[in-house]
């Protein structure tokens, strides 16, 4: 014999979501401002990044990412990542001046951290095949910043929360 129903399950259960999803943001929340803490006493360009990309990593649950900053002009720059092969970092250093060509065109880009649609950023071939999340942003000119997230560990996609936690990063990082 199966127990009924009650009208009230279906409400308690979305309650129960609304208080996980609020929970999750809060404790981005705290991350942020902990990390924008820590960024004011930084003034190497390299410990700043360093510093983003462990935080996204650890936020989004992320074992593998790069951040990599670029002299749009020139096509110089210098890679910080974690987990990636020593292959996929050979890569990234050869690619440096076609991955600011491909994704800092004449324009440069903008201020304001900007996601790009992953499977198409990473489809150039230069970025690590299991990329799920790119941004990009302008730094200081003639400096951009282009990050890249594998999956989670825990195999979920990404979610819009996750993106957003990296954009708000990406925007305390810069500024």
């Known amino acids: 014999m199966t127990q009924p129903t009650s009208p009230l399950q279906p409400a308690l259960g979305a309650a129960s979501r ?16 902990e990390m924008a803490g820590e960024l004011a006493g930084l003034i190497q360009p390299r410990r700043i990044m360093e510093r ?16 990599l900053m670029v002299n749009v ?16 970092i050979e890569r990234l250093e050869r690619c440096m001046s076609q991955l ?6 004449e324009s440069g880009g903008t201020a304001l951290p ?16 299991d990329t799920r999340i790119v941004v990009r942003q302008m730094a200081y000119e ?3 910043v282009l990050a890249a997230f594998a999956e989670p560990l825990s195999g979920e996609a990404p ?14 990082m810069i500024n």
Do not use: N
Not at 52 to 67: D, H, K, N, Q, S
């Open 73 to 88: 002009r020139t096509g110089s720059g210098w890679i910080c990542h974690r987990g990636l092969s020593r292959d996929e």
């Open 142 to 144: 003639p400096y951009a």
């Open 52 to 67: 983003f990309l462990l935080t996204a990593m650890g936020v989004t649950g992320t074992a593998r990412a790069l951040a």
């Open 100 to 105: 600011a060509a491909h994704h800092f065109p």
């Open 114 to 129: 900007e996601l790009l649609a992953a499977p198409r950023a990473a489809a150039c071939g230069m970025l690590p095949a």
């Open 18 to 33: 609304a208080h996980q999803e609020l929970g999750r943001r809060v404790f981005h929340l705290k991350t942020m401002h």
């Open 159 to 172: 979610d819009e929360t996750d993106r957003t936690v990296i954009l708000d990063l990406a925007g305390v």
